[in-house]
């Protein structure tokens, strides 16, 4: 038996209509489990109501109000170790994964050639691929440059914005506004 909104109405009474009151008792007529939980609700009001009101401490309040920002800070603290930790780790194991995926096909007097060979056709490369930019470069017309400026431009932008929205809702997230 489906019994919401029954089970919302059962713990709230003071929002219900003249209609949905009368709908609330026919369900409770015939719903034992409802019934069970408004009785047990009710008891719980009864419990709550008879037990006598204790005066908080002189100062608790501003004691709490004067810890509360800094408990916020701390657990702001914790959440963010706790994230670039999570995140620092990630890397770490992918980065072992990769190497020692790379370890594993390959034999050390190959990873020393590579490095050697990497570090003395660096300066060529570069060289290489200075003159393949500058030929293509040559190629775009100069209206094709203005456009993808503006479209890197614009994306940087929304880039920057969201980044900076979203460093905003997490940093402030949790304080009283």
């Not at 009151?21 to 489990?33: D, G, I, S």
């Not at 050697?116 to 290489?128: C, G, K, Q, T, Y």
Request: glycine share 4%; charged share 20%; net charge positive.
């Amino acid at each position: 038996m489906n019994h919401q909104p029954f089970e919302t109405w059962n713990l709230d009474r003071t929002k219900l209509t003249p209609d949905q009151q009368t709908e609330l008792a026919r369900h409770l007529e015939t719903c034992p489990e409802c019934r069970h939980t408004a009785t047990a609700w009710e008891c719980v009001q009864v419990e709550i109501k008879s037990v006598p009101q204790v005066k908080a401490p002189v100062g608790f309040a501003t004691r709490f109000q004067n810890s509360l920002a800094e408990r916020r800070r701390q657990a702001h603290y914790r959440q963010t170790r706790k994230m670039l930790g999570i995140l620092g780790i990630s890397l770490l194991v992918i980065f072992l994964l990769l190497a020692a995926s790379i370890l594993v096909r390959t034999s050390p007097a190959a990873w020393i050639g590579s490095i050697i060979r990497i570090i003395v056709d660096a300066p060529f490369n570069l060289l290489e691929l200075r003159f393949i930019a500058a030929f293509w470069l040559a190629k775009i017309p100069p209206l094709a440059w203005i456009g993808a400026s503006s479209v890197i431009t614009a994306w940087m932008l929304v880039f920057t914005l969201t980044g900076a929205l979203t460093y905003k809702r997490f940093h402030h997230q949790g304080e009283l506004r």
